[in-house]
């Protein structure tokens, strides 16, 4: 081939080139609703990663397991990243339209995932056929995924906040394991005394980074007795005595008792990175904060318990729950969200399998004995059955939440458009954990105009 | 060229020639066409390129922020985007924190490497090495940069690399990220720390196409070395120094990856908060992809405009 030929073979062959992957880029992933075999096939995601090599195992097992209970559903395995919902990865993914057909999403998402107009309506197909333990599910959870009446998702993980502490730290500072603090005066006080251990540990940490800080000043708020937003959803709620008294908490610990440690900015990993290597004696988290400072962060569960949310004056007022959900993409055909609902209802709602195989957990060594999920209902058949195998199971020790369950405190849902609105009150949080003067008043009020004028962008 | 011409040449000199001028027109223009085949395939592939990822992306952008998507619908809404936005209480907090660090880093990220590229050219031996050494951050991955930057030198402790050096100088301690007034200059430092082996690379090659006659006819006249550097250095770099400006002035206007890591953010009371990062904010945890759009244009209009502004002066100068 001379030289002129050459180049203009290798010209083409670029632009062809190009042009294939530019085809390639353009065309459709999601396969044939039914394979050659005649399958209904579906995609999952929130596959664990390579990294999470028995969780991996686990899910396997069970795709193996389900199909073979179900000759004629195929499940394509997605995984998205250790974090099931990113939410910078989850919000390209819906922009983007390439979620799977069976997709993972938190109780606040519902709102962008309808805006995104990937969101199916499931309410004709949810029912006991589909998911047998569908009647014992906890109806406050699926109110969370409905919409004008419509259901959109199917709940498969609801958590509630409270305190907690590790007990190694607790007995080191005099203080009494089995009696947490229950007002947040006893949580300053706690604090003060683990604080005095030194060795840059510090008494009581918090959020104020990455929407973390909102998220747990939601709480702190609920704690208080008082709502993020007005009860039409119209206006912020949170510029008042008791938004002002969370912010003093925080900000009486961080700099009048110098009982929260140097650093601060924290988001989700940083904290309990502190935590799992024995430096944090109180944090707000739900149940499985514990399991994540394990699995993660190389802590021991022995070192850790829980304790109700503490109030201002007395037992709390209210504290967050929050759970995650699987939704359906928006026009898969009516095969395909049965057998959707199918394999959630497999994976995530029937005790003795998936998530609650709690035989097959114990030896893993993943916590079986929390108080979590409270997905079903109380008194019915399905909570029974789960409760009776988690006893049967629990390789952590039940009585480090004790006081936690036997001290309910009643739950309140997130806000309407929550992960905006902690973005916005990181501010507040990060203004009180990093300036000894901070303005509490300033600091809210501005909290309050950016929160209003969201509200009202968003009509 | 002459080597592909060639062979369409002949085989357009065996046809026979067209009667009328549109037709002889129709032939130049494919003998141009197969003339150039080579030349446009290749083009064709760089024009692809951009059209895919750069050109439709922002006339997407563009479109985008004059629309709303609302349970997948989507509407035209006019100017109500950048309405919105310019009434976003951060919107004039980034823009300011965006401008400061602008400014910081071209006080402390533009002329730092030009010193220092004058002081490497100085040296006599080790010139390799001392390069090497200055370049090597470059090396690093950004992200790993800043987080050597956030966990070993702005710890807020006395352990904190920084904190401990200025103890041991028995000069106070910093928040450094935690601290409002302390965040810009901050990331100014650990941008430049991190960026500024390129510059001082470029500025290196341009010194040493100065004539040394110059620095000699310089000192004769007696001048020192700030007049030397004032007098032949700046004038002869001039051009260089004026294109790497504008370039640093543009990369710096778009921070975001120093806040989102050395801040995890927005930092303390938003005082880390860029234009980038706000539009990062809006898109992907404001459920408002729509006024993220919005805000990018502006940040595209600002940029050209100066940009435009910039080149028109600099001509001038010319």
């Given at each position: 081939m001379s030289v002129p030929q050459y180049r203009k073979a290798a010209a083409l062959a670029l632009v062809a080139g190009l042009g294939l992957s530019l085809t390639a880029c353009s065309t459709k992933s999601d396969d044939a609703k039914n394979d050659a075999s005649g399958k209904v096939t579906i995609t999952v995601d929130c596959q664990p990663v390579g990294a999470q090599k028995e969780l991996l195992q686990n899910w396997n097992d069970d795709v193996a397991e389900f199909e073979?209970?179900?000759?004629?559903?195929?499940?394509?395995?997605?995984?998205?990243?250790?974090?099931?919902?990113?939410?910078p990865d989850f919000t390209a993914r819906l922009a983007g339209g390439t979620v799977t057909d069976v997709f993972y999403g938190y109780m606040t998402d519902l709102q962008q995932v309808l805006d995104s107009g990937q969101a199916m309506d499931i309410s004709e197909f949810a029912n006991a056929e589909t998911v047998p333990t569908w009647d014992s599910v906890d109806p406050a959870l699926k109110e969370v995924f409905t919409d004008g009446g419509k259901l959109y998702a199917v709940p498969v993980k609801n958590y509630s906040m409270g305190l907690v502490y590790n007990k190694v730290l607790f007995q080191q500072a005099g203080l009494d394991v089995n009696n947490p603090p229950k007002t947040w005066a006893e949580v300053r006080d706690a604090a003060k005394k683990i604080s005095a251990l030194g060795n840059g540990i510090a008494g009581y940490a918090e959020y104020s980074a990455g929407n973390t800080g909102?998220?747990?000043?939601?709480?702190?708020?609920?704690?208080?007795?008082?709502?993020?937003?007005?009860?039409?959803?119209?206006?912020?709620?949170?510029?008042n005595a008791m938004g002002k008294q969370v912010l003093q908490n925080l900000k009486d610990m961080r700099y009048g008792d110098n009982s929260m440690g140097d650093r601060q900015l924290l988001q989700w990993g940083d904290l309990l990175t502190n935590a799992g290597a024995g430096k944090v004696g109180m944090f707000i988290g739900a149940p499985d904060t514990?399991?994540?400072?394990?699995?993660?962060?190389?802590?021991?569960?022995?070192?850790?318990?829980m304790g109700p949310l503490p109030g201002q004056d007395g037992p709390a007022k209210g504290t967050l729950g929050g759970g995650e959900g699987y939704f359906f993409k928006k026009g898969l055909s009516p095969e395909q969200v049965k057998a959707g609902l199918k394999w959630v209802a497999y994976q995530k709602l029937t005790p003795g399998k998936g998530q609650f195989d709690y035989a097959r957990a114990k030896p893993q060594n993943y916590p079986v004995g929390l108080p979590q999920p409270l997905l079903f209902a109380n008194g019915t058949e399905a909570q029974k059955q789960e409760l009776e195998l988690r006893k049967a199971n629990a390789n952590v020790d039940t009585a480090n939440f004790a006081v936690f369950e036997a001290n309910p405190v009643p739950i309140k849902g997130e806000p309407r458009n929550a992960q905006a609105i902690y973005t916005v009150l990181d501010a507040a949080m990060s203004g009180v954990l990093t300036n000894p003067n901070a303005n509490i008043d300033a600091l809210l009020k501005t909290a309050e105009d950016k929160v209003n004028q969201l509200l009202a962008a968003e009509g | 060229m002459a080597i592909t011409s060639a062979p369409g040449a002949i085989r357009a000199a065996s046809r026979p020639a067209p009667s009328s001028p549109a037709g002889r027109q129709?032939?130049?223009?494919?003998?141009?066409?197969?003339?150039?085949?080579?030349?446009?395939?290749?083009?064709?592939?760089?024009?692809?390129?951009?059209?895919?990822?750069?050109?439709?992306?922002?006339?997407?952008?563009?479109v985008?922020?004059?629309?709303?998507?609302?349970?997948?619908?989507?509407?035209?809404?006019?100017?109500?985007?950048?309405?919105?936005?310019?009434?976003?209480?951060?919107?004039?907090t980034a823009w300011k924190n965006t401008f400061y660090f602008t400014v910081l880093a071209l006080v402390l990220g533009y002329a730092v490497p030009f010193f220092v590229a004058i002081l490497l050219n100085e040296f006599r031996h080790a010139k390799g090495y001392l390069r090497i050494l200055v370049y090597l951050p470059v090396m690093l991955p950004p992200a790993s940069a800043l987080f050597l930057f956030?966990?070993?030198a702005y710890d807020p402790s006395d352990a904190g690399l920084f904190n401990a050096i200025l103890k041991a100088l028995g000069l106070p301690t910093s928040q450094w990220m935690q601290s409002p007034d302390m965040t810009m200059p901050a990331m100014v430092i650990a941008s430049t720390w991190m960026n500024m082996g390129g510059a001082v690379l470029i500025y290196l090659a341009a010194l040493q196409n100065i004539p040394g006659e110059l620095y000699e006819a310089a000192e004769l006249d007696g001048a020192g070395v700030w007049r030397r550097i004032r007098h032949v250095t700046i004038p002869q770099t001039r051009l260089i120094l004026a294109l790497l400006a504008m370039l640093q002035i543009v990369a710096t206007m778009q921070l975001f990856i120093e806040p989102l890591i050395l801040a995890n953010g927005a930092g303390a009371e938003d005082s880390a908060t860029s234009v980038a990062y706000l539009i990062y904010q809006h898109g992907f945890f404001q459920n408002d992809l729509n006024g993220a759009a919005a805000l990018g244009v502006i940040m595209l209009v600002v940029l050209a405009g100066f940009s435009a502004v910039y080149l028109r002066l600099t001509a001038k100068q010319d």
């Amino acid at each position: 081939m001379s030289v002129p030929q050459y180049r203009k073979a290798a010209a083409l062959a670029l632009v062809a080139g190009l042009g294939l992957s530019l085809t390639a880029c353009s065309t459709k992933s999601d396969d044939a609703k039914n394979d050659a075999s005649g399958k209904v096939t579906i995609t999952v995601d929130c596959q664990p990663v390579g990294a999470q090599k028995e969780l991996l195992q686990n899910w396997n097992d069970d795709v193996a397991e389900f199909e073979r209970q179900n000759t004629d559903i195929a499940i394509k395995s997605v995984s998205v990243g250790e974090q099931c919902n990113n939410p910078p990865d989850f919000t390209a993914r819906l922009a983007g339209g390439t979620v799977t057909d069976v997709f993972y999403g938190y109780m606040t998402d519902l709102q962008q995932v309808l805006d995104s107009g990937q969101a199916m309506d499931i309410s004709e197909f949810a029912n006991a056929e589909t998911v047998p333990t569908w009647d014992s599910v906890d109806p406050a959870l699926k109110e969370v995924f409905t919409d004008g009446g419509k259901l959109y998702a199917v709940p498969v993980k609801n958590y509630s906040m409270g305190l907690v502490y590790n007990k190694v730290l607790f007995q080191q500072a005099g203080l009494d394991v089995n009696n947490p603090p229950k007002t947040w005066a006893e949580v300053r006080d706690a604090a003060k005394k683990i604080s005095a251990l030194g060795n840059g540990i510090a008494g009581y940490a918090e959020y104020s980074a990455g929407n973390t800080g909102g998220w747990h000043f939601t709480s702190l708020l609920y704690s208080q007795g008082g709502q993020m937003l007005t009860a039409d959803g119209k206006k912020a709620d949170f510029n008042n005595a008791m938004g002002k008294q969370v912010l003093q908490n925080l900000k009486d610990m961080r700099y009048g008792d110098n009982s929260m440690g140097d650093r601060q900015l924290l988001q989700w990993g940083d904290l309990l990175t502190n935590a799992g290597a024995g430096k944090v004696g109180m944090f707000i988290g739900a149940p499985d904060t514990t399991q994540a400072i394990v699995s993660q962060f190389q802590g021991k569960f022995e070192d850790w318990a829980m304790g109700p949310l503490p109030g201002q004056d007395g037992p709390a007022k209210g504290t967050l729950g929050g759970g995650e959900g699987y939704f359906f993409k928006k026009g898969l055909s009516p095969e395909q969200v049965k057998a959707g609902l199918k394999w959630v209802a497999y994976q995530k709602l029937t005790p003795g399998k998936g998530q609650f195989d709690y035989a097959r957990a114990k030896p893993q060594n993943y916590p079986v004995g929390l108080p979590q999920p409270l997905l079903f209902a109380n008194g019915t058949e399905a909570q029974k059955q789960e409760l009776e195998l988690r006893k049967a199971n629990a390789n952590v020790d039940t009585a480090n939440f004790a006081v936690f369950e036997a001290n309910p405190v009643p739950i309140k849902g997130e806000p309407r458009n929550a992960q905006a609105i902690y973005t916005v009150l990181d501010a507040a949080m990060s203004g009180v954990l990093t300036n000894p003067n901070a303005n509490i008043d300033a600091l809210l009020k501005t909290a309050e105009d950016k929160v209003n004028q969201l509200l009202a962008a968003e009509g | 060229m002459a080597i592909t011409s060639a062979p369409g040449a002949i085989r357009a000199a065996s046809r026979p020639a067209p009667s009328s001028p549109a037709g002889r027109q129709r032939t130049s223009l494919g003998r141009k066409v197969r003339d150039n085949l080579t030349g446009h395939a290749f083009l064709i592939g760089a024009v692809l390129c951009f059209a895919v990822f750069s050109w439709y992306p922002m006339v997407r952008g563009i479109v985008m922020s004059f629309q709303r998507t609302r349970r997948g619908e989507t509407t035209w809404v006019g100017w109500d985007n950048y309405l919105r936005i310019l009434d976003d209480p951060s919107f004039w907090t980034a823009w300011k924190n965006t401008f400061y660090f602008t400014v910081l880093a071209l006080v402390l990220g533009y002329a730092v490497p030009f010193f220092v590229a004058i002081l490497l050219n100085e040296f006599r031996h080790a010139k390799g090495y001392l390069r090497i050494l200055v370049y090597l951050p470059v090396m690093l991955p950004p992200a790993s940069a800043l987080f050597l930057f956030k966990f070993y030198a702005y710890d807020p402790s006395d352990a904190g690399l920084f904190n401990a050096i200025l103890k041991a100088l028995g000069l106070p301690t910093s928040q450094w990220m935690q601290s409002p007034d302390m965040t810009m200059p901050a990331m100014v430092i650990a941008s430049t720390w991190m960026n500024m082996g390129g510059a001082v690379l470029i500025y290196l090659a341009a010194l040493q196409n100065i004539p040394g006659e110059l620095y000699e006819a310089a000192e004769l006249d007696g001048a020192g070395v700030w007049r030397r550097i004032r007098h032949v250095t700046i004038p002869q770099t001039r051009l260089i120094l004026a294109l790497l400006a504008m370039l640093q002035i543009v990369a710096t206007m778009q921070l975001f990856i120093e806040p989102l890591i050395l801040a995890n953010g927005a930092g303390a009371e938003d005082s880390a908060t860029s234009v980038a990062y706000l539009i990062y904010q809006h898109g992907f945890f404001q459920n408002d992809l729509n006024g993220a759009a919005a805000l990018g244009v502006i940040m595209l209009v600002v940029l050209a405009g100066f940009s435009a502004v910039y080149l028109r002066l600099t001509a001038k100068q010319d």
